[in-house]
């Protein structure tokens, strides 16, 4: 079941088009990673599933039906600006948001408590926001996106300006939501964290959805027939060597330690892996082999590049 | 409750807490009611001793004649030196009279006096003596009933508009309308300015620390905006309310006590149109301001009106100071396009003095008919009594007005508000209004 599906939204403004027929589909209960360089989109996709700004053309469907205003309060919105009134107390301000969300105010206050709890930052109810940090003002926007228990959660680099051990913490905190069962679509420019904690990707670049799947498989099969050997030995001769089955090859120190080396290397069209297999061994001290997985940034930049050349 | 009226009680809720807007609502009557008293105040501290004078009299036939006021007390003195007479105990002053004052007035008179004499003293003693010399002249002429003729030549006439088309005959001081007109025309102009850019520095603040992008996920833009501008309006409402509240006590209360028993008794006479009983000391104009004032009914009309068309208008202008304030990004910036509401409002002023002046002028009507300026003209109007019909139709249209302004600027703040950056200029504000 997806809970959210964009199909065929476009957008334009007065001088430029934002989103060109982009789609896509967030199947409940997961880590949605929208991905894309600056300026490509994604914000003002974001914007349409929030309601805040209307497609010119297209459709979003929040739930199976046609997303409403109402809807909004089924959704938690954290965007990557963000502020807070900065006179107005922390206590006040949170239940100020949640009631726009819709909940009743001693709802509010009793969930707001919890949560102030498990932070453990109960003694800041009657600050002002003036008076906390950047990392404590973010905590409490984390902690009003999430206040009114959403459905839909939208991260927009949501670890920006907090420390490693409160950016943990923040992890954790979303990956519970998620167990509890909610979607959350993840907007960052950090790929490992990509890695760590997405289920699905769409990347966009330049308004277009130029790549939507499922992290694993992407990162398995998206520069295809790719494999790591691991072994000790020269490089030069293990290359020449595979030049019949293999091509791209690119080397590296796998392990300083004992000077282990990887070379990882495309398996060219109608070779066969088990030819591979015994070329290395013939030539170097073969100590593995496994099926290379691409990092999120070499998918990222590639793809990037990719659709840039076929404009 | 509903979105917007959440947002509205934080808006409202985060002005009227704080202490400044407390301590001005509280103070600013107070400190009116000040103003206006502290002549009276200083004349009642500056006159509490009576001026002692010694006369040294050469003509031996003033002296008797001089009589002697509270504050002004005449004596004679055994002296014969200026010197001596002014180390005297209880002596002021020593005033000398000289022998032949009576034939050469231009002989003038000598005012000794130990420290700086004020005024409303030396006004005293000339016109004292100017009146005694005129009367021994008048009596050289030896005319017959001198006294009964005097008294009968006497005159002191007043003048009292009365509106011949008004049902109650009520007496209505055209100064004072004026004066009242103006009053409210300067304090609907600063409630304007002031209130209206406080909605503008408040959306810059907004927008500039981002919190908008968190608001607009839960509120709609226009919603916002219009929770905002309802928000800082209930904020100048419960000013003014508060104001004529307090205003009114004093007038009806405080007021009186002020002011002496045969001054109130003045009023009441030409309240009832009984002018001859007025006491001939006081002014007419200034007893018809007073009954003016102490007319708690009319302090009231008047109020009420001026915070209908203060409503009505600020939601007219603070809707422009919304649209300029979404558009840019900091207060610096704002100035140049500040202009589409300051000048307005500055026509408003200008016009409501020309309407002031002639208020049943085509200039005064036609100006109090335009939504743009016709909070400020109608309000300097009002005073004088216009027909209620007029009142209606300027507030029909002003309403149109407010509308209209509202969805424009609401067009403006929706694009507004996610555009950082370079400053847009009008033509830009225009094609906002056209976006889909």
């Known amino acids: 079941m997806d809970i959210l599906q964009v199909e065929n939204v476009s957008k334009s403004y007065s001088s430029h088009r934002a989103l060109d027929n982009v789609s896509l589909s967030v199947p409940e209960g997961q880590v949605y990673g929208l991905l894309g360089p600056n300026g490509a989109g994604k914000t003002t996709l974001i914007r349409i599933i929030n309601h805040i700004t209307a497609p010119d053309s297209g459709r979003v469907l929040f739930d199976g039906h046609q997303l409403t205003e109402a809807d909004v309060c089924h959704i938690g919105y954290l965007p990557e600006e963000r502020g807070l009134y900065k006179k107005m107390k922390v206590g006040e301000q949170a239940l100020f948001f949640a009631r726009l969300k819709g909940l009743p105010k001693h709802e509010a206050t009793r969930s707001l408590r919890e949560w102030f709890e498990r932070f453990d930052i109960l003694d800041w109810w009657d600050k002002k926001v003036e008076e906390l940090s950047k990392g404590m003002a973010q905590k409490i926007q984390f902690i009003i996106t999430v206040l009114h228990r959403p459905k839909l959660l939208i991260f927009d680099e949501p670890f920006s300006g907090f420390d490693p051990i409160n950016a943990e913490l923040l992890k954790n905190e979303i990956l519970r939501l998620k167990e509890e069962g909610a979607t959350v679509i993840f907007s960052t420019h950090n790929m490992a964290s990509v890695e760590e904690i997405c289920d699905n990707i769409t990347l966009i670049n330049k308004s277009r959805n130029i790549l939507s799947g499922n992290v694993d498989e992407i990162r398995r099969e998206y520069f295809g027939n790719r494999y790591d050997l691991l072994y000790d030995g020269d490089d030069r001769i293990l290359m020449e060597a595979l030049q019949p089955v293999g091509n791209e090859f690119e080397v590296s120190a796998a392990d300083q330690l004992q000077g282990r080396r990887r070379l990882t290397f495309h398996l060219k069209d109608g070779a066969e892996l088990r030819d591979a297999i015994a070329i290395a061994n013939d030539s170097v001290r073969l100590a593995g082999m496994s099926e290379s997985i691409a990092s999120m940034n070499d998918i990222f930049i590639r793809a990037v590049r990719e659709d840039e050349s076929r404009r | 409750m509903s979105k917007i009226g959440i947002v509205i009680e934080r808006e409202y809720m985060e002005r009227v807490k704080k202490k400044s807007f407390i301590i001005t609502t509280l103070l600013m009557p107070l400190l009116m009611l000040l103003l206006m008293a502290m002549p009276a105040l200083i004349m009642s501290y500056v006159d509490s001793s009576a001026t002692t004078v010694a006369v040294i009299d050469n003509t031996r036939v003033i002296l008797p004649e001089l009589r002697s006021s509270e504050d002004l007390r005449f004596c004679p003195t055994v002296d014969a030196t200026v010197d001596s007479a002014l180390t005297r105990e209880g002596i002021d002053a020593v005033l000398v009279i000289p022998e032949n004052i009576i034939d050469n007035p231009r002989a003038g008179l000598k005012y000794y006096t130990n420290g700086p004499s004020s005024v409303g003293t030396e006004a005293g003693i000339t016109d004292r003596i100017n009146s005694i010399i005129e009367a021994r002249r008048l009596k050289a002429y030896n005319i017959e009933n001198l006294d009964e003729i005097l008294s009968s030549v006497k005159s002191d006439v007043s003048l009292t508009t009365v509106r011949a088309d008004k049902d109650s005959e009520e007496s209505n001081s055209s100064m004072f309308s004026y004066g009242i007109g103006i009053a409210m025309t300067f304090t609907l102009y600063m409630f304007l300015l002031i209130y209206g850019q406080m909605v503008m520095t408040s959306i810059i603040e907004e927008k500039g620390n981002r919190v908008l992008e968190v ?96 409503v009505f208008g600020f939601l007219l202008y603070s809707s422009i100071f919304a649209a300029v304030g979404s558009a840019v990004d900091n207060i610096q910036d704002a100035s140049q396009l500040t202009s589409l509401a300051v000048f307005p409002i500055l026509f408003g002023l200008i016009f409501a003095m020309v309407a002031a002046a002639d208020p049943m002028g085509s200039v005064a009507f036609w100006m109090s008919m335009f939504p743009l300026t016709s909070p400020m003209v109608m309000v300097a109007r009002i005073p004088f009594g216009i027909p209620g019909w007029e009142i209606a139709l300027s507030l029909v249209l002003l309403a149109a007005g407010f509308v209209a302004m509202v969805w424009l600027a609401g067009k403006i703040y929706r694009v507004g508000i996610f555009m950082y950056g370079k400053k847009p200029s009008v033509k830009e504000l225009v094609r906002w209004i056209r976006y889909k």
């Open chain 2, 215 to 310: 608001v607009v996920s839960s509120v709609k833009p226009v919603q916002l905006m219009m929770g905002k501008i309802i928000g800082v309006a209930l904020v100048a409402v419960t000013q003014m309310v508060i104001w004529g509240v307090l205003i009114s006590v004093m007038s009806a209360f405080v007021l009186p006590a002020l002011i002496p028993a045969d001054a109130m008794a003045d009023v009441a006479a030409v309240q009832s149109g009984n002018f001859d009983q007025v006491g001939d000391a006081s002014s007419i104009e200034i007893i018809q301001a007073i009954g003016m004032l102490g007319n708690v009914g009319n302090i009231i009309t008047l109020m009420a009106l001026m915070t209908v068309f203060l």
